[in-house]
């Protein structure tokens, strides 16, 4: 139906002359007949009646008239409002990242991002990779940053960088003495597991070694993986940007153990102007960080 009818049809109930409605509205008089006739073809009732040389509302058009002008005013609240929120509406970012991302680069962004844009708000999910792919297909996410590639087409991805790992054990360990390690010589330790794409990695390590069947424990982030090895629960692999100084535990670089990180949106996804910079600026950052 169209929006301009109903305007001028209540305007037109309000004053019951089309000379005047039309003045009032800054049409011709032929354009508004044509307009009510239009609008009364397409409810299949008549609205105004003739009274001489005057109109006015028919019982119907009462009725009309008393719904059009409550849905109007709903709209032009609805209107004013939106117009209002352009300037103080809070600009909200759905971001997944595997465990670590946040660590260094992410977190600086988004709090020179939130200095600059106040009306910033984030909302900031860690999981692992396969999960936020979902997300993002099911537009829960507006952008997510991931250790694995997808074949899925609607899906995009774009290369941010590379990332070494180390492993964490706690004071006191066998393996604290050393100043590096390879994968072989963890496999008769306690493996504490994070989602950052080990568990996808356990069937490429187990070729070599059987680390898999060294897992004892899987958590969702480096921070709960840092608190059980440093509770002596066993060790665990994590990206070198995760190495926060704690006195109950030893970082050692793990030899040949690289991983890729991607930015990853949705195809076709319309994103607003603040959060698509956002996305930007985070791959300018990211891909930086590793220069």
Known sequence: MN?????????????EHYTIAAARLGISQPSLSSAIHELENALGVKLFEKVGRNIKLTEQG?????????ALDELDSATRALQTSRETAPIVLHIGCVSGVLHGSLAELAEHYIQTEPRARFRILEDSSENLMDLLRHEKLDMAIVDISDRDRSLHFRKLRQRDFCVAVPKGHPLEGYDSLTSRMLKSYPHI?????????????????????????????????????????GISIIPEECTVPR??????????WHQALYLCILYDRWLSPPIWDFVEQAVRALRTADQ
Do not use: M
Not at 3 to 15: E, T
């Open 193 to 233: 597991g994070c989602n950052y794409g080990t568990e996808r990695s356990f069937g490429e390590w187990t070729v070599r070694s059987p680390l898999e069947e060294s897992l004892i424990c899987q958590v969702n982030t480096v921070q709960t993986a840092l608190d059980l090895v440093e509770a002596g629960v």
């Open 62 to 70: 009462r009725y009309f008239q008393e719904k059009v002008c409550s």
């Open 247 to 256: 006195d109950g535990l030893t970082y050692i670089p793990l030899e040949n």
């Open 3 to 15: 929006y301009n009818h109903l305007r001028y049809f209540s305007v037109l109930a309000q004053v």
